[in-house]
């Protein structure tokens, strides 16, 4: 008897029980499941310096590689594991091949979402020895909790819509069937392989048994978020191109005013959020955000007249602007592990703890350079490293958000202390307040740096917002 298929993926996310399938996929005789083989912070497992032969370094060179050196490993089936975050070249030649058998495993994105927080907070990823198992009760973030379940929507309608239009069919497993050894020799039979299980494995054990509810420090907010999300999309417009998401929950609604204000990633987000608090006297956490479709479809169809704008930043002082906060800072929020990707796998000349005693203009000028450079490769799709909303095309955020609700104006920075108060006259103010400036950026602003080479670099890696925007050099505007 040979197996149907020459290889498998193993369709999941964290914390959906994906460590406990591979578990029992290696516990079948023939058949080898290699981890998370295209982590891009590490190959196969963390701690792991190489797998068959490949360290990070050599996969990320050439990642069909792999795929071929796990499909003709020994053995009677191998395959790997793969996340929504992983790096994005080796999925297409997995999706495409009908040889390649797609086990699509999923769990209660609540469940899951509160089982990565609780392991995040206690840096437990796997329980082996129940008298080492660390608890913790978590804080419920519900506009994080909207962000997660929309980057594993996006993926998983993605491979749903792949494997339909070239007529494969995958093998669904949920977390609850990870128990049950006659769905688990069922998928061993649907691989064509011709072991089975007897009993199931106890090695790992379950981390966080409690009710949900009872993990959370705030489980009212959580239930209120829940309680709010469209998960059957009764409001979404069907739209089948492929697209950028259109993130409605970072849309930022005026506490009163007819206003609304549609988020580019990586802009004057504070200062415009500052604006429209001011406008109505309010504060800005009083600022309406945090919604969903249906709740910004409620909100347009209460405010006839309303104004929906966006605000465009110069790519360079953009990507000037994300390096400072997310690349070198330390803050909540910073890139750290790809900061040090950065810096230990493809040399970026980075400082690896930053202190600007330590720390020079012309450092700065060179580590922002190479970012720049660099930035070009991964919008090309030819590193592992993510194509993240803070540094993707302003173009390509714009199409996203066009998907649902068009903006009525996109303004660009430098045109705000004119723009914004007109805009708010649209609407009925008759004497609005002027603009706040941006927080300049830190440790040394753009001005400090600029030359021509700086500007090339950003011309390079967004080509397309310099054209469809007409954006010219950002020095004579931003200095």
Known sequence: MTPDFDYFIVLAD??????????????????????????????????????????????????????????????????????????????GPALDDPRCAKIILTRNPLDSYVSWKIAVETNQWKLVNIKQRREAQVTFDPAEFAEQIEQRTDFQRMVLNKLQTSGQTPFYIGFDDLNDIEVLNGLAGWLGVRSRLNELSRHLKRQNPELTLSKVKNPEE???????????????????????????????????????????????????????????????????????????????????????????????????????????????????????????????????????????????????????????????????????????????????????????????????NNALPELARQVGHLHPPRPIASDPDSPFTLAQIYDADLEALAHKAYRQDYLLFGFGPWWPSGA
């Not at 591979?22 to 295209?38: K, P, Q, R, S």
């Not at 020994?74 to 793969?82: A, I, K, Q, S």
């Open 222 to 416: 959580m239930e209120r978020a829940v309680s709010g999300l469209d998960r059957f999309n009764l409001h979404r417009t069907p739209n089948f191109e492929p697209r950028r998401g259109p993130s409605v929950s970072r849309y930022v609604c005026a506490a009163k005013t007819s206003l609304m204000y549609l988020p580019v990633r990586g802009g004057p987000e504070a200062a415009v959020e500052r604006w429209l608090a001011e406008l109505d006297s309010v504060n800005v956490q009083d600022l309406l955000t945090d919604r969903n479709q249906k709740k910004v479809r409620s909100w347009m169809e209460s405010k006839p007249g309303h104004r929906k704008f966006t605000v465009l930043r110069h790519p360079l002082a953009r990507a000037h602007s994300v390096y400072c906060e997310r690349i070198l800072g330390t803050a909540p929020g910073a890139y750290i592990k790809i900061r040090n990707m950065l810096r230990n796998r493809y040399k970026l000349p980075i400082p690896e703890d930053f202190e600007l005693s330590n720390y020079s203009v012309e450092q700065h000028h060179e580590g922002f350079s190479a970012f720049l450079a660099f930035l070009q490769k991964i919008l090309a799709g030819q590193t592992p490293i993510r194509v993240d909303g803070l540094w993707c095309s302003q173009v390509q955020t714009l199409q996203g958000i066009s998907s649902f609700a068009l903006p009525d104006s996109i303004l660009r920075e430098d045109e705000l």
């Open 14 to 91: 964290m914390r959906t029980g994906s460590n406990l399938l591979e578990l029992h996929l290696n516990t079948l005789d023939g058949v080898t499941c290699y981890g998370e083989a295209f982590n891009p912070f590490f190959v196969g497992l963390p701690k792991l310096p190489e797998m068959l032969g490949f360290t990070p370094e050599k996969r990320d060179r050439d990642p069909s590689a792999l795929i071929d050196a796990i499909r003709n490993a020994p053995g009677e089936l191998n395959g790997f594991r793969f996340f929504s975050t992983h790096d994005a070249r080796a999925l």
